[in-house]
């Protein structure tokens, strides 16, 4: 591991420079135990980080990470193709940006491979529908919402000034990394001081009507972002969700799966990984005394494959535990006066995402082309003119779906066939008869998978999951904060500020650093009140 990198190194001079003072009682010269609930990407970095800024502050830190399931990664998680592991395709998080400075630093430091979203082949057509009409189509590129940008001489000055709106939007986000903004007790509050909330409170479509990117450019491109990334359509995500969506430019992955960076992250920050450990409650430790700041917690955990089991205490008392999953599913007990701020439940997308293999081909006349037209290989989607656009998942509307996109092409392992592997984006699960209308090729209503129907032609291989994905991203100014009791963190919090590896990555970095200032009792001037030039921008 270098503890050298200039990232780092950049970001230790600032800690350096803010006024550094043991606090009484400063807990600095003993071993101090975190556990960090989840191992996804604001779990793996919580951990990463926490042991890199403790290093540097010269503080003793023991992390424990305890993660539910086998894996590390969270929603960052990958299938086998043919359950071959030398095919692995993401079913969950799939892509980020260079912007993305967490995650693409990580790349670079572990030395992981990027790779492109997808491997197009020039001829392949990528459209935008809206249940009748093809509005949009074009060669595609990994990045086709910007060529689809390029587009105008038929969309006029909208598609300049989205990228402009864009490219101000991902600046003033991109300062939450820095000081004064960095760290934050409050994303409430920084969201304020930036602007943000301006952002925030309003729906994409108002934010874009608001600024003259209206008409047809943002019903039918930006909208078709919205879908494909936050399944939502515009006039129910909000503004800064919403340019994050179009926000792709460079989208890339990580070859072999986006989880691969949280693995190493949890690797380089020496944590031990308790998986299978389903956490089942949170406690005040017996005897902690009346001194606020000695009061640790135990944590009852029970093996994920025995649900009914009885709990466990962990031997070990921690003086930090870091919430780093959705707290409405994370089926945790708080035990009276731990949650000193309740966490409010909020509504999250059911998305299903249904990966599968197949020798045919999308087929034209599914979407209304001209039969014997080629087809598009990659479809996302829009609503048609005049039809209501639902929230959540009554918002998909009359496509029925939100996306299909050909990943990859395989060779069949058993028939030696070519096949395509695709992925789609619905509300709901994709039935038999509408596999069978996409590739035009029977499906039986029996099939639930290839296992169970031996001789299924049509679908070699079969991977259907749902995940609750993200928030439904309605307008909002506040947002859950990340401290929530003494020594006690949360970072979804920030999912309904932005959904995104990186933005969970970045809570993840930012309680690390303020359990790191704790421990080491360095205080920190507040950015309260600040009024920024980004306020009067956006
Ligand atoms: C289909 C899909 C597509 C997406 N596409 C993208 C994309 O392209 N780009 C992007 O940046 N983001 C994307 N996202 C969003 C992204 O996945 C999330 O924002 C991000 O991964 C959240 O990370 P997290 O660590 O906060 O939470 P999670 O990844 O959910 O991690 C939480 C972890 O906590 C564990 N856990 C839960 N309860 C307990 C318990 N009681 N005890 C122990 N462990 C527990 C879980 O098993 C999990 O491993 C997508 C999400 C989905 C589902
Ligand atoms: C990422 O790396 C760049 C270049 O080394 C550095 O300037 C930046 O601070 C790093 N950011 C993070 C969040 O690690
Ligand atoms: C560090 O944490 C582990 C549990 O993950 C525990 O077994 C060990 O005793 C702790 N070490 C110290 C010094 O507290
Ligand atoms: C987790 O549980 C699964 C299923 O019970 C089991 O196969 C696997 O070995 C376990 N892994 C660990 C690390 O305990």
């Not at 020798?359 to 599914?366: N, S, T, Y």
Request: aromatic residues 10%; hydrophobic residues 45%.
């Amino acid at each position: 591991m270098r503890l050298s990198c200039a990232g780092f190194a950049g970001v230790a001079a600032l800690a350096a420079a803010a006024t550094h003072q043991p606090a009484v009682g400063s807990r600095a010269d003993r071993v101090n135990n975190v556990a960090i609930i989840g191992a996804g990407a604001a779990g793996a970095s919580a951990a990463y980080h926490l042991q890199r800024y403790a290093a540097l502050e010269g503080v003793p830190v023991n992390i424990t990470i305890l993660e539910k399931t086998e894996h590390v990664g969270g929603r960052s998680v990958t299938v086998n193709i043919y359950d071959d592991p030398a095919l692995p395709v993401e079913q969950g998080a799939s892509i980020f940006v260079a912007v993305n400075h967490i995650l693409y630093n990580a790349t670079e430091r572990f030395g992981l491979p990027r790779s492109s979203l997808r491997d197009d082949e020039p001829d392949d057509i990528t459209a935008i529908w809206d249940g009748d009409d093809i509005v949009w189509q074009s060669a595609a590129g990994s990045s086709w919402w910007w060529d689809a940008a390029r587009m105008w001489w038929r969309y006029g000055l909208a598609p300049y000034r989205a990228v402009r709106l864009v490219n101000d939007v991902v600046a003033t986000f991109l300062r939450l990394y820095e000081e004064p903004h960095f760290p934050f007790r409050s994303l409430t509050q920084r969201a304020f001081e930036l602007g943000l909330h301006k952002v925030t409170a309003v729906t994409g479509e108002q934010f874009l009507a608001e600024k003259n990117v209206g008409g047809g450019f943002a019903s039918n491109i930006m909208q078709a972002a919205t879908r494909v990334n936050y399944a939502s359509n515009l006039a129910h995500i909000h503004g800064l969700e919403a340019m994050v969506s179009f926000a792709a430019e460079g989208a890339m992955s990580v070859a072999g799966g986006n989880w691969r960076i949280f693995d190493k992250m949890v690797l380089a920050s020496g944590a031990a990984v308790l998986r299978n450990a389903t956490v089942a409650s949170i406690a005040f430790a017996k005897g902690g005394g009346d001194d606020d700041d000695a009061q640790k917690y135990v944590v009852s955990t029970r093996d994920t494959g025995e649900p009914s089991a009885e709990a466990r205490e962990l031997p070990t008392a921690f003086d930090n535990v870091i919430i780093a999953s959705p707290w409405q599913f994370s089926s945790i007990d708080a035990a009276k006066g731990v949650l000193k701020h309740r966490i409010d439940e909020i509504p999250y997308m059911k998305l299903h995402v249904t990966l599968f293999a197949s020798p045919f081909k999308l087929r034209a006349e599914h979407f209304k082309l001209k039969p014997g037209s080629r087809a598009p290989s990659n479809v996302y989607t829009t609503l048609a003119p005049g039809e209501d656009a639902g929230q959540g998942p009554d918002g998909v509307g009359r496509t029925g779906f939100y996306s299909i996109s050909t990943l990859r092409r395989v060779v069949n392992p058993k028939t030696r066939r070519r096949e395509y592997v695709y992925k789609i984006f619905s509300a709901s699960a994709v039935t038999p008869a509408f596999l069978s209308s996409i590739l035009g090729a029977r499906v039986p209503d029996t099939f639930v998978g290839p296992s169970s129907e031996a001789a299924v032609e049509a679908i070699s291989w079969f991977r259907p999951h749902w995940f609750h994905s993200y928030p439904v991203e309605l307008p909002r100014v506040t947002f859950q904060d990340p401290v929530v009791g003494r020594g006690l963190y949360y970072t979804s919090g920030v999912e309904s500020f932005i959904s995104t590896m990186e933005t969970s990555a970045l809570m993840g970095m930012n309680v690390a650093r303020l359990i790191a200032d704790d421990v080491a009792g360095k205080r920190r001037p507040e950015a309260e009140g600040e009024k920024t030039d980004a306020q009067d921008e956006l």
